[in-house]
């Protein structure tokens, strides 16, 4: 399944449904943007190595490759999210269930950035998709336990191997530079800082791009009456309408988290900074290239902490660590109960 430009808008000037569906799913996205996206460059911006507006131009620039680039290579992890739920049945329902999916996500999400804490869009994302599903189906039947155990896979992937990622890449590097003049280094970590800022935020759209995405031809297949189930070709125009939200949502709300992540958690030199952004960058493109969809936000974090602790546990804060686990911990439970809730009372309304 594929759909062109064209058709596409021919469908959204016909049909409320998915005139409501799009601007539902474009709202996850932006929040995306304004929520998850930051975590790319905050570390590259803490250590003054670029301006905020500079970072946002250039995470928007990176964004938008790593969604065209990473699709075009490996599509898996958006057909992971495509194929995660049961949608099929009463496609009035299945619509109503999926933009019930989407509020849940945005409800979750603001109040997450309103107090600075960057939780994980991706699991809100699964959360709020499977509440609905359930909700849809009036039980676990909405659920495809072999799609979503690689979330799962996942949740578990990106906590261990982005702390570990970030630990031993910080050693290696003050492995190779012991000896080398620290003015020296220094020049040549912020120079690399603005590349593995870019490379994060590449391979945040390669992970989260595809995922929104995904949704977004979910949504398609329903409204339009082709299923929900299956394969499907991502057009380029929806790469680029993507990427576009992404960067904007990013330009409107980003700095808040950039405190909490790149400020707050850990003071960080220019080297570790760099560290961080490419324990994580590689930690996702091994997830993406296998077709796991991992989270950017989890990844990012636990390289920043894996380099903090490579120093002394006390560099890290461990109080704001603990408000992003439990923050992270109540998003399944929570953004998957407001799905739920929200599909119930949707379906009984419309």
């Known amino acids: 399944m ?16 998915i005139f409501i569906t799009t601007i539902l799913v474009l709202a996850v996205v932006f929040v995306n943007g304004w929520t998850d996206a930051p975590n790319a460059i905050a570390t590259a911006i803490s250590t003054r190595t670029i301006e905020p507006q500079k970072a946002i131009y250039l995470a928007t620039l990176f964004n938008f490759l790593g969604v065209f680039i990473m699709t075009a290579i490996n599509a898996d992890v958006a057909e992971t999210i495509f194929n995660m739920v049961d949608f099929n049945g009463n496609m ?90 620290r003015r020296k280094s220094k020049d040549f970590f912020k120079k690399g800082q603005v590349v593995s800022a870019a490379a994060m935020a590449f391979m945040h759209g390669a992970q989260d791009g595809q995922k929104f995405m995904g949704v977004f031809m979910l949504a398609f297949g329903l409204v339009s009456g082709m299923g929900a189930s299956g394969h499907f070709v991502v057009p380029t125009w929806l790469m680029i309408m993507v990427s576009i939200v992404i960067g904007f949502g990013t330009s409107c709300g980003g700095l808040r988290i950039i405190k909490s992540v790149g400020i707050n958690m850990v003071k960080l030199e220019t080297y570790e900074g760099f560290a961080a952004d490419i324990g994580a960058a590689v930690s996702l493109l091994a997830a993406s290239l296998t077709g796991i969809p991992i989270s950017t936000t989890h990844t990012k974090t636990t390289a920043i902490m894996g380099v903090g602790a490579s120093k002394h546990l006390k560099n890290v804060n461990w109080g704001l660590v603990g408000e992003m686990v439990l923050a992270w911990l109540l998003t399944f439970p929570g953004c998957g109960l407001i799905g739920y809730a929200v599909t119930y009372v949707f379906i009984r309304i419309f």
């Open 2 to 17: 594929t759909v062109t430009l064209q058709e596409f808008i021919e469908v959204l000037a016909d049909s409320p449904a």
């Open 92 to 181: 009035h329902e299945a619509a109503i269930a999926l933009c019930a999916a989407q509020v849940s996500i945005v409800i979750w999400a603001t109040g997450a950035w309103y107090f600075g804490i960057p939780t994980s869009e991706s699991h809100a994302l699964i959360a709020g998709l499977s509440g609905s599903a359930i909700a849809l189906h009036g039980g676990l039947s909405g659920i495809n336990g072999g799609e979503w155990m690689k979330n799962i896979y996942g949740l578990f992937l990106s906590t261990f191997l982005g702390f570990a990622m970030g630990y031993v890449v910080v050693g290696i590097i003050k492995r190779i530079f012991v000896n080398t003049d």
